[in-house]
């Protein structure tokens, strides 16, 4: 086939994509709903009651049964392939099924969490930005991809973790290691914007660390505090706390798209003292570090030592230790580079869709990427998809109607125009 002749058959596959899609508008909204509906907080971690709305919508729009994959019984992992007619890469639409816990916002919230509600443009509920709606639009690009599979090139695959909000040992991590995944490429649909919907292509999943600081003190009857020598953890912890902000010099590359390095918060959960009549003798905080391409662990293990080193000498008699946490002690960043035939892909699709494709920029958090490319080795574009960061993991959360029917049709063009790329 001519050059003239392929560009006209991709420009039909298109036209007709689109129209399956927009005859089906809302149809991604009720998914959404159904999803929310189907409460999935982690902890304490259960995703059977959404991974049974995905496995219905399949049903529902003809698709193959989903594979599943689980480390545990209440903790699914879904796959669907759908291969086009003739031979191409294989990309692969990923989102996780569970959510933070609505936790102390619970009374913040203006609307029931698990109760879908829209209000004008927005359909607000726990998980709807992060990412139930982007897991109903993988649905939807789904079906319409299947519509004209028999004329498309590659193969594409829906996956739905598990896990995700909590290490993803029962999810990404679980599918990595065991080799579960065939595709070529990966696309997460987590929200990609902070300040407007499709802000940017995230191309780089910034990594986490996450460790506690722990100071031991002097626990005895609080009226005696001034009579013998004695050490307030509580208050010695706050010295560490205060202390670590003035010290930690986190040693890390120059990277274009994280021009800011990487991010510390100090002190996002502290933990100290009986209460009255008790001298405290032990006291702890958890610190949470969003890390960039080029840092090691090991290294910011001795940043931290070197810290710490110079702040106890300012304390004498606390005990002041820390240790990375078990589970999210260390999970690396990752990016794909600009070139990638995946960011291509989206780039044009989203150029069809929004009228130009959007910056490429990193994540500020971390997201299954580390798993998927640190682990499977499969090039991982970390986020693009419907929706605001800032609005998951906080009370009124919500996602963009307009924005949803807009992630069915990128995916949707990304996977035809990553099928007929060269890998």
């Known amino acids: ?93 990923c989102g996780h099924l569970d959510t933070k816990p609505v936790g102390e916002a619970a009374a913040e919230w203006n609307t029931d969490p698990f109760t879908p509600t829209i209000v004008g443009d927005r359909l607000y509920g726990l998980g709807s930005t992060d990412m139930k709606g982007a897991c109903a639009a993988m649905v939807l690009a789904g079906a319409a991809f299947a519509s004209v599979a028999e004329r498309a090139a590659g193969s594409l695959s829906l996956i739905f973790t598990a ?30 914007g902070v300040t407007r919907d499709w802000e940017a292509i995230r191309v780089v999943s910034r990594g986490f660390c996450g460790f506690r600081v722990t100071v031991q003190g002097t626990q005895t009857h609080s009226s005696i505090a001034d009579l013998l020598p004695t050490v307030n953890a509580v208050e010695a912890m706050a010295n560490v706390l205060v202390g670590l902000r003035r010290e930690l010099r986190l040693r890390h590359p120059d ?10 918060n100090l002190g996002v959960k502290a933990l100290g003292g009986v209460g009255y009549g008790v001298l405290p003798g032990h006291a702890e905080f958890w610190v949470d570090i969003r890390t960039i391409p080029g840092m090691t662990q090991a290294a910011l293990a001795e940043d931290v030592d070197a810290a710490l080193a110079r702040i106890r000498p300012t304390l004498p008699g606390a005990a002041i230790d820390w240790e990375f946490n078990p589970t999210l002690g ?94």
């Open 1 to 93: 086939m001519s050059a003239g002749g392929r560009e006209q058959d991709a420009a039909l596959l298109e036209a007709d994509t689109l129209g399956f899609l927009s005859r089906r508008s809302g149809e991604v909204v009720g998914l959404t709903k159904a999803l929310v509906a189907a409460p999935s907080p982690n902890l304490p971690g259960d995703e059977t009651a959404p991974a049974a709305v995905i496995e219905a919508a399949l049903a529902d729009y003809g698709l193959p049964p989903a594979k599943v994959i689980a480390l545990a019984p209440n903790r699914p992992n879904l796959f669907v392939r759908i291969d086009g007619g003739r031979p191409g890469p294989h990309l692969a639409l």
């Open 163 to 192: 896990d995700e909000e909590y290490g993803s040992r029962f999810g990404a991590e679980h599918l990595a290691r065991s080799g579960a995944i065939e595709a070529d490429a990966i696309l997460l649909g987590e929200p990609a």
């Open 255 to 264: 990277h274009p798209l994280c021009s800011g390095g990487p991010t510390i």
């Open 330 to 423: 260390w999970i690396a960043p990752t990016e794909v580079l600009p070139d990638d035939p995946m960011v291509r892909a989206t780039q044009a699709a989203a150029a069809v869709v929004l009228g130009e494709a959007p910056p490429l920029a990193a994540f500020p958090g971390a997201t299954d990427a580390w798993p998927l490319q640190g682990i499977g080795g499969i090039p991982t574009l970390a986020a693009f998809g419907p929706g605001l960061l800032p609005l998951a993991h906080g009370p009124n959360e919500y996602v963009s109607v307009a924005a949803l029917e807009q992630a069915s049709r990128i995916f949707a063009l990304a996977a035809l125009a990553f099928g007929a790329s060269v890998v």
